[in-house]
């Protein structure tokens, strides 16, 4: 996601204790093959944390090292880091999918290599919320969970996000309460091994989940809540300026103009719209697009420019993708409805308050869908 200087400049300021530790774990291997499994999480690592020129040049020394001494253990974790370098480097989330599936077919078995095993299905499940398949996201985090059975004994790592994969999914499925419990035991997780990586994510996607249920609040017609969201979001920025985590430098500044729009600040927040959006798009936001522009219309008809935003508006219209999330069609709707009464476009007002309305019935019943599936798993926080 970052280009080559801003990844070098981040190796200066990265502050994690599971950093140091792989690199003593590395310095003290026996051989080059005894520290291929910290070689490749020092390079996921990295790549968690944005540095992803430098998380390339230790995989590139890994695949070296794979071509000099070919053994499964080292493909098992060459699969593994380079399906996270692809969810990392652009968001690919189908070749991500892909090399880590690999990677768990080549550990197999192999006592050896159960910890590839756990943090493969840990992933696969995060992946598998992303795509909206609450089936296979089960499906995998109980594979991660049986195999590591005592949560005390150890794969921090893995716990952590596929923690944090259950939290969203609850989230999702419209229970704060459920999400919640998992996100306490995902930071507890990722505190315990130093892994300031985790706790990021953790935090951007408690505070994305949360900002996307008060949009859906304000926008299907219930009381907007959480003036104290910018805080969280903020927090966001604050910590990863703190620990040296970029990967969500351009994403953070979207999330808050979200946030500011429903507060009312809407020239701030169309600043940021302007100045983040194009580049967050890029970088994976691609299906919130129609909805994220319908933001912008939003904006700039409170702010009186209705010729612009009727501009927007028609662009969210031809953006908006009819095979996107159901929330995100119910968003865009519901928001252009908004925009286009405002500037006196009534008809177009009308027809979109009305697929907002059936957008949203819909999303209603997927969510107890989400509810009695995950409710059905047997998996507890």
């Keep these: 996601m970052q280009d080559a200087s801003p990844a070098v400049a981040a190796t200066l300021v990265i502050k994690s204790r ?30 968690r944390h944005g540095a992803v020129a430098e998380a390339r040049e230790a995989l590139t020394a890994l695949h070296q090292l794979s071509f000099q001494h070919p053994h499964p253990e080292i493909g098992a974790w060459l699969h593994l880091a380079e399906g996270l370098m692809s969810y990392y480097n652009g968001f690919v989330v189908q070749q991500a999918q892909d090399r880590i599936q690999r990677a768990l077919t080549i550990a197999g078995s192999a006592p050896a290599l159960a910890e590839a095993r756990v943090l493969a299905s840990a ?99 219930q009381t907007a809540r959480g003036p104290e969201m910018l805080l969280t979001v903020d927090s966001v920025r604050h910590y990863d300026a703190a620990v040296g985590a970029q990967m969500m430098s351009e994403l953070t500044p979207v999330l808050r103009a979200q946030v500011l729009t429903m507060q009312g600040h809407f020239d701030e927040a169309r600043q940021l719209y302007e100045e983040h959006l194009p580049q967050a798009m890029s970088l994976g936001l691609e299906r919130l697009g129609s909805s994220l522009l319908s933001d912008l219309a939003w904006c700039r008809a409170n702010l009186g420019q209705h010729e612009h935003a009727l501009h927007q508006a028609r662009e969210a219209e031809i953006e908006l993708d009819p095979d996107c999330e159901l929330d995100d069609r119910a968003i865009t709707h519901s928001r252009l409805a908004q925009t286009f009464r405002l500037i006196g476009e009534r008809a177009d007002a009308e027809r979109h308050q009305a697929l907002a309305d059936a957008a949203w019935a819909q999303f209603g019943e997927q969510q107890l869908q989400w509810r009695e599936l995950l409710a059905a798993s047997g998996l507890q926080a």
């Design 18 to 47: 599971l950093l140091k530790q792989l690199e003593k774990d590395i310095a003290s291997a026996a051989s080059p093959m005894a520290s291929a499994g910290a070689r490749a999480k020092r390079a996921m690592l990295l790549a």
């Design 123 to 221: 992933w696969l499940a995060q992946l598998a919320f992303i795509r909206h398949e609450p089936g296979q996201l089960v499906e995998h985090a109980k594979r991660c969970l049986d195999e590591v059975g005592d949560p005390e004994s150890g794969h921090h790592v893995a716990q952590a996000r596929v923690c944090m994969a259950m939290g969203v999914a609850w989230h999702y499925a419209g229970d704060s309460e459920a999400a919640q419990r998992w996100y306490i035991r995902s930071r507890r997780h990722a505190a315990s091994e130093g892994d300031d990586a985790s706790l990021s994510a953790l935090m951007f996607n408690m505070a994305g989940m949360r900002a996307s249920q008060l949009r859906r609040e304000s926008l299907s017609g």
